[in-house]
């Protein structure tokens, strides 16, 4: 039977046969103009909270950065394709159940996005959200103050927590 997901801010590694030590593939599809970059790190919540310290804290950036997954060449964050580019990477060391989060930066304007709205800048009074997820371990990024056009396809991004098991051939 098919477990139903509701649209949060964050991915629950899904791993083979519940395996630990993984690679998660990461999938980018840029449509936004600005050069961007986005990082993974990992919370000890649904809320996002790590080590107690929540989003939208004066230590988060911080504690978020100790968090940091790196890629396959060792980087902790995954820059931009560019405009209407593709781009594929790897993460490793991803655990069974790990949950996982995202920061967008966009280098561009010098500004930093998080999943959690509330780390987020306000307006009106509220937290805006800069992240949509559509599912399938597949979200959108708004790389832009207040949201920009609030379409949510400025950076989209999608993890697999699967097709790198088992890649080599069986004889």
Not at 122 to 145: C, F, I, K, M
Request: charged letters at 20%.
């Amino acid at each position: 039977s098919e477990m139903v997901r509701a649209a949060r801010p964050i991915a629950i590694a899904e791993t083979v046969d519940g395996l630990d030590d993984q690679t998660a593939i990461v999938r980018i599809r840029q449509d936004g103009t600005d050069k961007l970059s986005v990082a993974f790190y990992k919370v000890d919540d649904l809320v996002g909270s790590i080590g107690g310290v929540v989003p939208g804290s004066a230590k988060y950036a911080e504690q978020a950065a100790g968090r940091a997954y790196h890629t396959e060449t060792g980087a902790t964050s995954i820059d931009g394709p560019g405009y209407g580019k593709f781009a594929q990477h790897s993460l490793v060391n991803v655990d069974s159940g790990d949950l996982i989060a995202m920061k967008l930066t966009n280098v561009s304007t010098q500004n930093t996005y998080w999943a959690f709205a509330q780390a987020n800048e306000t307006s009106g009074g509220q937290p805006v959200a800069h992240l949509w997820n559509y599912g399938l371990d597949t979200w959108g990024w708004e790389d832009r103050p207040d949201g920009g056009d609030h379409d949510f396809n400025d950076l989209i991004v999608g993890l697999d927590f699967t097709s790198s098991y088992g890649s080599g051939w069986l004889t």
